[in-house]
């Protein structure tokens, strides 16, 4: 493993771009990102991080990936112990997923877990992959101005939030500055070029220009400097970044690293179905839609036919939309629903079965959250080493 990294870090050396210094460690600029449900779990972010940069699991229900905990959790009747018994699935799949992904790694590298702020089991979750000995927690999906709190007993874990402008920059950062603690790194996410959910309140936001990395991440790093902030936050830009060129410009302007989803989505080894690769890699931007999730955020997905049979009669449920008693799934996944909650606006459909749907590349009744952009190796599945090669590469030296 050691011998895979070592040529990675000859071919960045060459490639005029800067390492990530990230929780004492020099890394790969390039990080991957956390997808759900069990997109990015240990075989992809094992493998992430055995190439020395950052793998990403996603903890959103994991036991999809272990077959003894689906069949515990299978057939259990409705109701508040079937919550608790999936939770604990979960909860237990973090720890499977963390030992076999440090297991891949090596040792290399640095591995992370990917946590929405809006999911029930958000703090269970954190807690879990910290006593689990994760490198680091990302979090997005909200503001988590509590996550202080939450690894004050891990004071050695990266904590990195998700943001998308510079307002929410100085807001997070003046309130963990009164905790006692700085964020070890930010992810700036574009909201108009990122996939799954958006850091925005509205689809209509989502072409303000306020989140053009040319504003955030020089507004971010000025006010650092303005507020005295006692040591430098590395900025990872996230959302479109598909080559070399792209990863030089926004070094150029101040980011420390950079964050992909969907291209490591599409390689050889993320833990999706081959066939949901295929959809991911096959699909162009005309071919995807914005919507509202059922978690009130704006989302980018491939217009597949469950997406756009749905979006078909989205605005006839919405106009009925009544809270239920209780989930559908006795799963409660989000903390706020749009299914369950009856929220009006927010979107009307069962999103882990969708997304699961996805995981097992089920076309006709998925959720497939994809990015905006060619990728970089057009409609061709690769493998992670690949995509790093070709990612550290300056454009007259790459080869398809």
């Not at 510079?166 to 990122?194: F, M, N, S, T």
């Amino acid at each position: 493993m050691a011998a895979v990294a070592m040529g990675l870090d000859a071919l960045l050396a060459a490639s005029g771009l800067r390492p990530l210094q990230l929780a004492g460690r020099s890394l790969l600029p390039v990080v991957q990102g956390g997808m759900g449900v069990g997109v990015s779990a240990q075989g992809l972010a094992g493998t992430v991080a055995a190439q020395g940069a950052v793998g990403t699991l996603s903890s959103v229900d994991l036991r999809r990936h272990h077959p003894d905990l689906m069949e515990r959790t299978r057939a259990l009747p409705a109701g508040e112990g079937a919550r608790e018994a999936i939770d604990a699935a979960n909860l237990e799949a973090i720890d499977r997923e963390i030992a076999a992904a440090r297991l891949r790694s090596g040792g290399q590298g640095l591995l992370a877990i990917n946590v929405m702020r809006a999911v029930s089991s958000y703090a269970a979750s954190v807690k879990r992959a910290l006593e689990a000995g994760i490198d680091a927690v990302v979090v997005g999906a909200g503001l988590p101005l509590d996550l202080p709190e939450l690894a004050k007993d891990h004071p050695k874990a990266a904590l990195i939030p998700i943001l998308s402008d510079a307002r929410g920059v100085q807001l997070l950062v003046k309130k963990w500055e009164r905790k006692k603690r700085l964020p070890d790194a930010i992810v700036i996410e574009h909201p108009r070029l990122a996939g799954g959910h958006l850091g925005a309140a509205r689809i209509a936001d989502l072409q303000d220009p306020r989140f053009d990395f040319e504003n955030v991440i020089p507004q971010a790093l000025a006010f650092f400097r303005s507020a005295g902030v006692e040591r430098e936050i590395p900025l990872i830009a996230a959302g479109g970044i598909r080559s070399h060129a792209d990863i030089l410009r926004l070094q150029d302007l101040g980011a420390a690293g950079v964050q992909l989803g969907t291209p490591f989505a599409v390689t050889e080894e993320c833990d999706a179905h081959p066939e949901f690769k295929r959809v991911l890699a096959e699909a162009a931007d005309t071919d995807m839609v914005e919507f509202t999730s059922v978690a009130g955020l704006p989302a980018r997905a491939v217009a597949t036919p469950w997406m756009r049979a749905y979006l078909k009669i989205e605005h006839r449920l919405q106009a009925v939309a009544h809270a239920k008693s209780r989930c559908t799934k006795s799963f409660d996944c989000l903390e706020q629903c749009g299914l369950r909650d009856g929220t009006p606006g927010w979107g009307q459909f069962c999103i882990d079965n969708q997304l699961a749907a996805a995981l097992r590349g089920d076309v006709k009744k998925g959720l497939f959250f994809r990015g905006a952009g060619a990728l970089p190796f057009g409609a061709q599945i690769r493998s992670v080493r690949e995509l790093f090669e070709r990612l550290l590469t300056p454009l007259p030296a790459q080869a398809t």
